[in-house]
C-alpha cells in the first residue's frame, strides 16, 4: 500500500473513532509501528490530526467549536442530537459522557430545559454552562489529558452514588456480536460505572461505527435501550440492533 493510501486509512479511522492508536494502525496495515508514527507525525505536522502519547486524535475531539468544520460528519452528529434531545424532559437528572456526538446534543439542549446533568467530561460541561436552566455538575477525577475526561477511582466512586434517569454513553465502536467497545482501559472503567449509575442508557453512534471493535467491552447490546443514528429507524442495517431489542431513533 502506497504511503497517501495510508495515510487516508488513518484520516478515516481518526475522522470516524475521533481517537486511535499507533499498534492498532499498524495492525489494520500490516506495516511497523515506526511506519505508522511516521505517517501520523506528518499527519499532525500538515495539521490533518493531532499526535499524541501512543497514536493520534482528531483536531475537533477535544476542542469543539460549533463552527468548527474539522468535526467528521458534523451533518449526521447534528441530526443524531436533534432526535436525542426529543428524550430530554423537564426535571431530569442525566448523564452525558464526551465525545463529538455528546457535545452536539449539548449544544443542542433547548434553552429553557430544566434539567441537572453530571459529566466527566470537561469540553461538554463548558457546552452546558451556556444553559441557564441546566445544573452543570462536573464528575471530578484525575483527567485524561487526550479526552478530557475525569478517569480512576474518584470519579467512578462519585458515580456510585448516583441514578440518574437517562444517559448518553458516547460511542467509540459497537457491534451485533461484541456490543460496545473501547480501547483506553480507563475510559471502559468510567462508562460502565455510568451505565450502573443509569436507569436507562442511550447510545449515539454514526452508521460508520457500526460493526467495529475495540479490544475492550463495556457491555453487550443487550445493554443499551436505545441507539440512536443518523439513519431511519426502517434502514436495513438497523435490523441486527432491532433483534436485540434496542429501541431505534
Not at 57 to 80: A, D, M, P
Not at 108 to 124: A, G, R
Request: glycine share 6%; net charge positive; proline share 2%.
Amino acid at each position: 500500500m502506497l504511503k497517501a493510501e495510508r495515510k487516508q486509512v488513518i484520516l478515516n479511522e481518526v475522522r470516524i473513532h475521533n481517537r486511535i492508536l499507533f499498534s492498532d494502525m499498524a495492525e489494520l496495515l500490516n506495516v511497523s509501528v515506526d511506519t505508522i508514527r511516521r505517517d501520523i507525525t506528518e499527519l499532525s505536522a500538515a495539521k490533518k490530526l493531532k499526535k499524541v502519547h501512543g497514536g493520534a486524535i482528531s483536531l475537533g475531539f477535544n476542542n469543539y467549536h460549533v463552527e468548527n468544520r474539522e468535526i467528521y460528519s458534523l451533518e449526521n452528529k447534528s441530526r443524531i442530537a436533534k432526535k436525542a434531545i426529543n428524550l430530554l424532559k423537564n426535571g431530569q437528572v442525566i448523564l452525558i459522557s464526551g465525545g463529538t456526538t455528546n457535545m452536539e446534543i449539548a449544544r443542542m439542549f433547548p434553552p429553557n430545559i430544566n434539567i441537572t446533568c453530571f459529566t466527566p467530561s470537561l469540553p461538554v460541561a463548558v457546552q452546558l454552562l451556556s444553559k441557564s436552566n441546566v445544573e452543570v455538575i462536573l464528575i471530578g477525577g484525575k483527567l485524561s489529558k487526550d479526552s478530557q475526561i475525569a478517569v480512576g477511582g474518584s470519579a467512578i466512586n462519585m458515580l456510585h452514588d448516583i441514578k440518574v434517569d437517562l444517559c448518553f454513553l458516547g460511542t467509540n465502536s459497537i457491534d451485533a456480536n461484541n456490543g460496545i467497545t473501547e480501547f483506553d482501559w480507563d475510559i471502559v472503567q468510567m462508562k460502565k460505572a455510568m451505565i450502573r449509575a443509569s436507569k436507562r442508557i442511550v447510545s449515539p453512534a454514526i452508521s460508520e461505527k457500526f460493526s467495529s471493535t475495540q479490544r475492550y467491552k463495556i457491555c453487550n447490546l443487550e445493554e443499551i435501550d436505545v441507539l440512536i443514528t443518523e439513519l431511519e429507524p426502517t434502514d436495513g442495517q438497523l435490523e441486527v440492533f432491532k433483534k436485540a431489542n434496542v429501541q431505534i431513533l
